[in-house]
């Protein structure tokens, strides 16, 4: 379906209900739609804004357009959750309104302040030759749920020597003074993040660029998050552009992390090691993070990438969130574990042990469509040993060890309905020992995988048939040893 742009530049109000209906008669015969992820009701989803704790709930935002699987018009659609596992959609929270916003309400982010949640976004405008004009703004949420624009800009424009390419404000306090981090472009096409500071939310000051160790690392910085985790500084943003290195970039877009020494404030400096890619799956993109009311910090992302289609699309709808996750850092690495709460979710668990050589197994116990799974492997001789999810007829997922090349791959092949096959089926990265643990969250049309307790994370999504639930366990040429726990979600 070709798009026009005045189809794609309307607000959700505008929708008819005939529109609506269709909309979601054509969501509801899909078979992929999840079951336990944060999803659109109909319309395509995308970056993850606004994740804070307020007022005794946890508030998650995204970006929305209502439409069809296309990027148009956002919205900001606003869910809540008291314990991270259940959602409850909230609706509409902001749609464009002011014409520093007219072509987008884009994504930002949420601070808590004076018993208000303060929003912060970019606002989005396209002039008559189609120009892009940015701003950052501002909307405050009361404790009862009202949201109130401010009618002009925080930051009216970017600063001298950067491009319109100026998105995704994130603040954080220090002390008496508010920081905003602010995703930009430098007039010669590299990407960077600029620091704002305020007395009070609201008149905010330019103290330059972040310093890094990166002049020229992609094109621009998109969704940066700033925190301190366990007396480390830890910078996350989305860079666009990365050139595909070894097992790494292999995806459009990318997210990752440095971790180092406190962010300097006062000049900017942040001295850091690597950037380290966050996820090594086929969807993940634009996350937030958030502090838990018990001091964890939690991150969400998008588990979707923009450019490319999806299978759903064809239905009227686009995407999912991430599971939230809990960060920590070991011996310098970012981990990322699967929020505890989940452990809400375990229903008729199943177990398994098996001792393979040179074959492939099924377990009459272990199956399903919608479960959490830990399977610890052991490789005694093999060269491969792993795991087949959702397996039917000609349809297959692999998660398994290579020991011949050293690596840990998750193959999406013959996963069932193929997209995005310009960038590849397989994901892998390097491992070198014999011994692997997999916290598997499979849904209806994803999986996440967490490696060793999170030390890497594989998030993708797939669209196999609803019949393909089938789990099978394989080694190939040598034996192996294969321990799995299984709980099935409602």
Not at 385 to 396: N, P, Q, S, W
Request: charged share 25%.
């Amino acid at each position: 379906m070709e798009w026009s742009q005045e189809a794609r530049y309307r607000t959700y109000e505008s929708m008819t209900t005939e529109e609506r209906l269709k909309l979601e008669g054509s969501v509801s015969a899909s078979p992929w739609r999840q079951r336990y992820h944060i999803q659109p009701m109909y319309g395509l989803l995308n970056d993850p804004n606004g994740f804070v704790w307020f007022n005794g709930r946890y508030h998650l935002f995204y970006q929305w357009f209502p439409f069809g699987a296309v990027h148009g018009m956002k919205h900001w659609f606003h869910t809540e959750s008291s314990n991270l596992v259940e959602w409850e959609n909230k609706g509409v929270a902001m749609k464009p309104e002011y014409t520093f916003e007219s072509h987008g309400i884009y994504s930002g982010s949420g601070f808590v302040h004076k018993n208000s949640l303060y929003l912060f976004y970019t606002g989005n405008k396209r002039d008559e030759e189609w120009n892009r004009h940015s701003s950052q703004c501002l909307a405050i949420m009361n404790s009862s749920g009202k949201i109130t624009k401010r009618d002009e800009p925080i930051i009216k424009r970017q600063p001298n020597g950067y491009t319109e390419h100026f998105r995704d404000p994130k603040v954080w306090q220090v002390e008496d003074e508010f920081y905003m981090v602010v995703g930009a472009q430098r007039e010669n096409v590299t990407g960077c993040i600029l620091l704002y500071q305020s007395p009070d939310l609201i008149a905010w000051s330019l103290l330059g660029e972040i310093e890094t160790n990166e002049m020229d690392f992609g094109y621009m910085w998109e969704c940066p998050d700033y925190f301190t985790l366990q007396t480390h500084g830890i910078l996350l943003c989305s860079p666009q552009g990365l050139k595909l290195a070894g097992d790494s970039y292999h995806n459009i877009y990318h997210s990752g992390v440095w971790v180092g020494k406190p962010l300097n404030v006062e000049n900017g400096h942040f001295d850091h090691g690597d950037f380290q890619e966050l996820d090594a799956g086929f969807d993940f993109y634009a996350p937030q993070t958030t502090l838990s009311p018990d001091g964890r910090r939690l991150l969400v992302g998008w588990m979707g990438l923009p450019e490319i289609e999806y299978p759903t699309d064809s239905e009227g709808w686009a995407h999912c969130l991430t599971i939230p996750r809990e960060l920590s850092i070991k011996d310098g690495i970012l981990y990322q574990q699967p929020v505890r709460e989940l452990k809400e979710k375990r229903k008729n668990e199943a177990r398994t042990t098996m001792n393979l050589s040179d074959e492939v197994r099924i377990s009459s116990e272990l199956s399903g469509d919608c479960f959490e799974m830990i399977g610890e492997i052991e490789v005694v001789s093999a060269k491969r040993a792993g795991l087949k999810l959702r397996v039917g007829k000609g349809e297959k997922t692999l998660l398994y060890l290579n020991m011949e090349t050293q690596k840990v791959v998750l193959d999406r092949t013959n996963a069932g309905v193929a997209f995005g096959q310009a960038y590849g089926s397989i994901r892998q990265k390097h491992y070198s020992k014999n011994k692997i643990r997999f916290h598997i969250f499979m849904d209806t049309s994803s999986i996440e995988v967490f490696v060793n307790d999170g030390e890497m994370v594989f998030t993708s999504r797939l669209f196999p048939r609803k019949e393909s639930q089938g789990i099978q366990f394989f080694a190939e040429e040598g034996t192996a040893k294969i321990d799995v726990v299984q709980w099935k979600y409602d």
